[in-house]
């Protein structure tokens, strides 16, 4: 008797230590998906980043499209159209308005790099202004010689002010962004960076941007990365 009550507690005694063993393997997967996930959120400055690539690309766009026009060769004008709208819906109305709704405030309350600020700000009107004026002149049928002339000058202009703004932005303003802001704010801003993305855009937002894109390189004939690699 004695012996079967001992059997029946063992017995019970394992039933209740494998169950609490399952959950408790469980909560440590869950545990472990849930860091995974964390790990693979995107940073605030990471996101922006990915965004300053998505504008370099254009950048180069952009480049192209003004050497053809020095040299007067023909090609379809219209991606001058499209490669800018893509500026002002996506870099101007969105990754911009990020910057100036929660990065700038920041450093202008803590009274960091102000003048960096400064010109950043001042640099986002100025670019505004080039892409509705190239937007304007992109898709009149013709162009006289100056207006021609101008769009090479608004093309220059742009690249040449932006390049310099987005490395200032990489290696300056976001770097002392992250230092600025605690931990948890630095992440639950990297959420609503995210949130912000998809209602504006969608759930695939930035593919959808980056698509369109290789789009325009592809009938400008820059789509093939191989054709930059130099033959030495
Ligand atoms: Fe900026
Ligand atoms: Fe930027």
């Given amino acids: 008797m004695e012996k079967e009550n001992q059997r029946r507690n063992f017995i019970k005694t394992t039933v209740i230590l494998g169950a609490a063993t399952t959950i408790s393997g469980i909560n440590l997967l869950s545990g472990c998906k849930e860091k995974e996930d964390e790990d693979k959120k995107v940073s605030p400055p990471e996101d922006l980043m990915q965004e300053h ?3 370099n690309r254009v950048l180069l766009i952009y480049d192209f499209c003004k050497i053809k026009m020095i040299n007067k060769e023909s090609f379809p004008l219209e991606t001058i159209t499209d490669a800018a709208t893509i500026i002002r819906t996506f870099v101007e109305d969105y990754h911009e308005k ?4 929660y990065l700038f405030p920041r450093f202008q309350k803590a009274n960091q790099l102000t003048d960096l600020v ?3 700000l001042k640099q986002h009107l100025a670019g505004r202004n080039i892409t509705e004026q190239l937007i304007q002149l992109s898709k009149q049928t013709t162009r006289t010689d100056d207006e021609h002339q101008k769009m090479i000058d608004l ?3 742009f690249n040449t002010m932006y390049r310099p703004h987005e490395a200032r932005e990489d290696t300056i303003l976001f770097p002392a962004f992250r230092k ?3 931990q948890h704010e630095y992440d639950s801003l990297g959420e609503e960076f995210e949130d912000n993305e998809h209602k504006k855009f969608g759930e695939d937002g930035f593919e959808t941007m980056v698509n369109r894109v290789s789009e325009i390189e592809k009938k400008l004939g820059i789509y093939e990365l191989e054709q930059f690699t130099p033959k030495i």
């Fill in 53 to 55: 690539g998505l504008l």
């Fill in 98 to 101: 990020q910057e100036e709704n």
């Fill in 118 to 120: 400064n010109v950043l």
């Fill in 155 to 157: 093309l220059t202009s």
């Fill in 180 to 182: 600025l802001v605690s």
